[in-house]
């Protein structure tokens, strides 16, 4: 049972992988320089670089799910691998905060932060069919948000119809390095947290009025 859930994870991360890498090679041929990042790319500045940390990143899930033994899982794993989990959400309140003051992916942290604080940061991964609000555990006035049933699909398939592209097949992204979510318009992140990936969504800055550029 563990070798088939194995076999699954690595194909659907391969899936992704590959289109990812497909994206990186489009992106060097019709964008040179970028000034967007993220908080995935760790600082790195380009859309090509940033495709390229993603695709390291993946290729080594690649990797681990298809190298792992049958044994029982640790503690701290198994509960990175739920997001609905008040531990995620902790995890990742912590990795934002941890963000805020980087000169490069800051201000898509504190974006993020300040969403999941206000419970409009909505979380989800679809290889296990989920979506839920997040909200911040250290908070006594936050409540944890129910999770809803979303289709459920590999990563490959989910960013394709997701993430929005250029009519020159590039990712759109906004100044701050975040991307656009295709079905909704809003600010989007695909990332991991412990090994486990997620992509979250949040409201788009209306106070601002700043046109999305291609990356």
């Known amino acids: 049972m563990v070798n088939n859930i194995n076999s699954l994870r690595l194909h659907n991360t391969q899936l992704a992988l590959r289109t990812l890498r497909s994206a990186n090679e489009t992106n060097e041929d019709?964008?040179?320089?970028?000034?967007?990042?993220?908080l995935l790319v760790g600082g790195s500045l380009g859309a090509s670089h940033a495709n390229n940390k993603l695709s390291v990143l993946l290729e080594g899930l690649s990797r681990t799910n298809g190298t792992t033994k049958a044994?029982?899982?640790?503690?701290?794993?198994?509960?990175?691998?739920?997001?609905?989990?008040?531990?995620?959400?902790?995890?990742?309140?912590?990795?934002?905060?941890?963000?805020?003051?980087?000169?490069?992916?800051?201000?898509?942290?504190?974006?993020?932060?300040?969403a999941l604080n206000k419970g409009t940061l909505s979380i989800s991964d679809p290889t296990k069919g989920v979506s839920i609000d997040g909200w911040n555990p250290d908070d006594k006035?936050?409540?944890?948000?129910?999770p809803e049933k979303i289709e459920k699909d590999n990563w490959n398939d989910f960013l394709k119809d997701h993430l929005k592209r250029s009519d020159k097949g590039t990712f759109v992204r906004t100044p701050d390095g975040s991307y656009l979510d295709k079905p909704t318009g809003?600010?989007?992140?695909?990332?991991?947290?412990?090994?486990?990936?997620?992509?979250?969504?949040?409201?788009?800055?209306?106070?601002?009025?700043?046109?999305?550029?291609?990356?």
């Not at 992140?189 to 990356?215: C, E, H, I, Q, R």
């Open 30 to 38: 019709t964008s040179r320089t970028s000034r967007s990042s993220s």
């Open 71 to 114: 044994t029982t899982p640790q503690a701290a794993p198994k509960v990175a691998d739920d997001v609905t989990s008040s531990d995620f959400m902790k995890a990742l309140a912590a990795k934002l905060k941890a963000s805020v003051n980087d000169p490069v992916s800051g201000q898509q942290s504190k974006a993020m932060l300040d």
């Open 141 to 146: 006035t936050s409540k944890a948000a129910k």
């Open 186 to 215: 809003q600010n989007a992140f695909f990332g991991s947290l412990n090994g486990k990936y997620y992509y979250v969504t949040w409201p788009t800055d209306t106070t601002t009025t700043t046109k999305p550029v291609s990356a």
